[in-house]
Every structure is written in C-alpha cells, then in structure tokens.
C-alpha cells in the first residue's frame, strides 16, 4: 500500500553542524507535507510545510526540499543546537486535515 | 499561544473498562482530530470531526470508538471496552482550516 518513510532512524550530529532528515514517500497524488518535531512526552510541533508545486521552502534556520521525480522529502537544519534534538517525522496530508506520518528519525546534537 | 488542552495526562484502566480521554481545543478552531501513537511507533490517524460530524476516520476506528463535542469547549474520544493493545499515547489536534493543526500534550492510556 501507499507510505510515507523514513531512511535513518538515528542521526547524531555536532552542535553548529547542518543537519539533513530525509523521507521517502510513495503516493504520488501526496500534494502537501508537513515536518513535525516531537520531543519526549510532548505531542507533534509543527515545523515547516510544501506543497507539491514546490520544491524549496525555507523558514527560521530550517529548509525542506521536495523532489517529486524520486518521491523524496528533506529536512535542513541549520546550525543545529542542543534543543533541536528530537524524533523528527514527516506527514502526508490525506483529506480533511488528517495526517499519514512517516516512521520518525531521532536527532541527537553533540556539545 | 493558545494550546490544545488534554485531560488526563495519564490513565489507567482495567482491560474491558470504558475510558473517556478528554481534549479541550483551541477557542475558534473548527476541525478536531485524534490520532495515537504506541510505544515506539509512528503517529497513526484515528478520525477527523468538523461541523458537528465525522468527517473522516481510518481503519482504527472501529465500533468501539466514539467521538463526541458535547459543548463548546470540549472533544472526547470514547473508547467503550478496552483493550491490551489500545495502549497508546493518543493526541488530540485542532485546527482553524482544512490543515494540519495543533496538537496537545497527549494522554498516555495504559490498558491493564
């Protein structure tokens, strides 16, 4: 059936470093997705979002890219710091507002 | 900022017990979701309610399960007998528009 994955499930990176989560979707007809931020005990946090007739859209020290040719979402954070570690997802948006997300990555920022 | 509310933040239940988990969603928002996600796994879809109905629900959703926006103020998911595997954190979501909303905190259900 359609997903949406992820390709790394722990990525540790150096605090300052540039930080690159990546996803894999399947359902071509997916017209919007959304990058979540999920610290522990917490619910999802919005963090960016792109339509499909897009391919770049940047916001406050993070950028997501999408390439429809191979299906594949990314998520830049620049300068990553201490408070950026966390599960990182991506999500499909279906009908209505309601969400398929991807499996998470960790992101773990070294001192 | 204004926050989705969830109330309890944890609860516990015998297996077979009816749970109510109770959300409280931002003031003017307009379309209320649930979804949950287990230990250790992805976020999943439960149901979507706009306009006093549902308006989507996935596979999950099953008999069950009831949603119910009893006044103003308050979203509930009913889960009418429960069991082992609804063991699960499940977040309540909010929105003004057709998108993606705000979450809340969670209440983590544990089935015993």
């Known amino acids: 059936g359609e997903s949406v994955g992820l390709h790394l499930p722990t990525l540790s990176v150096q605090e300052g470093d540039n930080s690159i989560i990546n996803c894999a979707y399947s359902?071509?007809?997916?017209?919007?997705f959304i990058w979540y931020k999920q610290e522990s005990g917490k619910g999802p946090q919005f963090i960016i979002d792109?339509?499909?007739?897009?391919d770049k859209r940047q916001g406050q020290r993070v950028t997501v890219l999408l390439n429809k040719t191979v299906k594949h979402l990314s998520l830049q954070i620049a300068a990553t710091q201490p408070g950026d570690s966390a599960v990182y997802f991506c999500?499909?948006?279906?009908?209505?507002?309601?969400?398929?997300f991807g499996s998470g990555t960790r992101l773990q920022v070294q001192p | 900022e204004p926050e989705v509310t969830q109330t309890p933040s944890h609860q516990v239940t015998q297996m077979g017990q009816e749970v109510i988990l109770r959300c409280v969603p931002i003031?003017?928002?307009?379309?209320f979701y649930w979804y949950r996600q287990i230990l250790g796994q992805k976020v999943e879809f439960l149901v979507s309610?706009?306009?006093?109905?549902?308006?989507?629900k996935s596979e999950i959703f099953d008999d069950q399960f009831s949603v119910e926006r009893p006044d103003g103020s308050n979203f509930t998911l009913k889960i009418r007998s429960t069991k082992l595997e609804d063991s699960a954190m499940y977040f309540c979501?909010?929105?003004?528009?057709?998108?993606?909303?705000?979450f809340g905190s969670g209440t983590q259900l544990s089935v015993l």
């Open positions: 309610f706009y306009n006093n109905e549902i308006s989507e």
């Open positions: 792109i339509r499909s007739n897009m």
């Open positions: 359902n071509s007809a997916s017209d919007y």
């Open positions: 003031s003017n928002h307009l379309y």
């Open positions: 999500a499909e948006k279906m009908l209505r507002g309601a969400l398929t």
């Open positions: 979501a909010s929105s003004l528009f057709d998108r993606p909303g705000v």
